[in-house]
Protein backbone atom coordinates (compact mmCIF):
# COMPACT_ATOMS: atom_id res chain seq x y z
CA UNK A 1 0.00 0.00 0.00
CA UNK A 2 1.18 3.35 -0.87
CA UNK A 3 0.27 6.96 0.82
CA UNK A 4 -1.48 7.76 -1.36
CA UNK A 5 -3.95 4.27 -1.87
CA UNK A 6 -6.97 4.60 -0.07
CA UNK A 7 -8.73 2.43 2.31
CA UNK A 8 -11.80 1.67 5.00
CA UNK A 9 -8.99 1.05 7.62
CA UNK A 10 -9.38 3.01 10.77
CA UNK A 11 -7.41 3.76 14.37
CA UNK A 12 -6.79 5.69 16.95
CA UNK A 13 -3.64 8.02 17.06
CA UNK A 14 -2.64 9.60 20.41
CA UNK A 15 0.63 11.52 20.75
CA UNK A 16 2.55 12.74 24.42
CA UNK A 17 5.00 12.86 26.45
CA UNK A 18 6.40 9.22 28.68
CA UNK A 19 7.38 9.36 32.26
CA UNK A 20 11.03 8.96 30.45
CA UNK A 21 10.93 11.71 28.52
CA UNK A 22 10.34 10.54 25.26
CA UNK A 23 7.65 11.00 23.05
CA UNK A 24 4.98 8.48 22.44
CA UNK A 25 2.89 8.05 19.23
CA UNK A 26 0.27 6.07 19.99
CA UNK A 27 -1.84 4.08 17.21
CA UNK A 28 -4.40 1.44 18.13
CA UNK A 29 -6.90 0.09 16.09
CA UNK A 30 -8.25 -3.45 14.40
CA UNK A 31 -5.34 -5.44 14.75
CA UNK A 32 -2.88 -2.78 15.69
CA UNK A 33 -1.35 -2.05 19.12
CA UNK A 34 1.71 -0.08 18.02
CA UNK A 35 3.75 2.36 20.54
CA UNK A 36 6.70 4.38 19.29
CA UNK A 37 8.60 6.17 21.02
CA UNK A 38 10.59 8.81 19.90
CA UNK A 39 13.64 11.01 21.91
CA UNK A 40 12.26 15.06 21.74
CA UNK A 41 14.64 15.82 18.99
CA UNK A 42 13.47 13.32 16.96
CA UNK A 43 10.17 14.32 17.54
CA UNK A 44 10.63 17.77 16.63
CA UNK A 45 11.92 16.15 13.53
CA UNK A 46 8.96 14.42 12.89
CA UNK A 47 6.73 17.62 13.65
CA UNK A 48 8.72 19.55 10.78
CA UNK A 49 8.20 16.81 8.58
CA UNK A 50 4.53 16.89 9.30
CA UNK A 51 4.34 20.86 8.76
CA UNK A 52 5.77 20.85 5.19
CA UNK A 53 3.63 17.59 4.19
CA UNK A 54 0.83 19.78 5.37
CA UNK A 55 1.93 23.01 3.51
CA UNK A 56 2.37 20.82 0.54
CA UNK A 57 -1.33 19.06 0.53
CA UNK A 58 -2.60 22.80 0.87
CA UNK A 59 -0.71 23.69 -2.17
CA UNK A 60 -1.79 20.54 -4.10
CA UNK A 61 -5.08 21.16 -3.06
CA UNK A 62 -5.17 24.96 -3.99
CA UNK A 63 -3.88 23.66 -7.62
CA UNK A 64 -6.57 21.71 -7.60
CA UNK A 65 -9.48 24.01 -7.02
CA UNK A 66 -8.15 26.41 -9.04
CA UNK A 67 -7.75 24.20 -12.00
CA UNK A 68 -4.04 24.28 -11.87
CA UNK A 69 -2.41 20.04 -12.21
CA UNK A 70 1.20 21.64 -13.07
CA UNK A 71 0.43 19.00 -15.69
CA UNK A 72 1.52 20.60 -19.39
CA UNK A 73 -0.87 19.31 -21.95
CA UNK A 74 0.12 18.25 -25.29
Known amino acids: ?????????SANLQIGPTDLGM??????????DLPMDFDPDEAEEIAEELRAAADAARLIASEASS???????K
Do not use: A, C, F, P
Request: hydrophobic letters at 25%.
Open 67 to 73: GKSGKKK
Open 1 to 9: MSINSEHDT
Open 23 to 32: VRIYLEGDGI
